[in-house]
């Protein structure tokens, strides 16, 4: 069977990693999600003080990005691959609310913008992969045979945010949560390079009101459709 390209962007919050794994372990695709890669380069400047109260060392950091090697390794007993940061797995430290509130601003820089691509565009020569973020039907892969733009109400996504780190058992309050989806939707829709936006060929959908299952089987049905035309 002909192998297709999935692009899923969105809102932060929005559920798109969810429903973006399950989809591709049932087609057998790799899964990326690219936020992961942002997130290991946040955590990167954020262990070596380059951000945090009032420091904003950008150059520094764009030095370091030939030494800042990412990988994802396939880990057999969750049946997802999990982010490495120069050999050492992330995947907890990355989802942290720190992490997430300098996410952002490392996103906006566009030395850390093109290397992130590159490497993402390289993941996806084979086709057969699922891959989520924000410019991934717009920029990684523009022929994406699928693109699927992920939006949801700003408290819908607040609260799923702020129940998955109190699982994790962060101290955080809704009030915080709230304000960081908030300032996150505003840098990433309005940053220079690659903003947020749902490209022209995409598929809007919004799950304020859908469960996983539901959100699942939309997106199959629009695999299936798309192969069968193939
Ligand atoms: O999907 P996420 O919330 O884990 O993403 C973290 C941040 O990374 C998000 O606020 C914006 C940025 N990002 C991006 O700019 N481009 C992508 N392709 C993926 C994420």
Redo the contacts with the bound molecule.
Sequence with gaps: MRKITIAI?GY??TG??TVAKHLAKSLGYVYV???????AV?LHALRNDYFGEGKNDVKTLINDLPKIDLEFIFNKESEFSEMYLNGENVEKE??TLEV?DY??P???IQEV?IK??EM?QKMGEEKGIV??????GT??FPDAELKIFMTASVSARATRRYKELLDRGEEVSYEEVLENVQT?DF??SN?EF?P?RKADDAIELDNSDMGLQEQFERLHGYVLRLIDKQ
Excluded: C, F, N
């Design positions: 962007d932060s919050s798109k990693s999600d690219t936020g992961a890669m942002y997130r946040t990355i989802r997430s996410v952002s490392v996103a906006e913008r992130l691509v993402q891959m989520d973020g924000r410019d991934i920029v990684v996150r840098i990433d940053r690659s947020l």
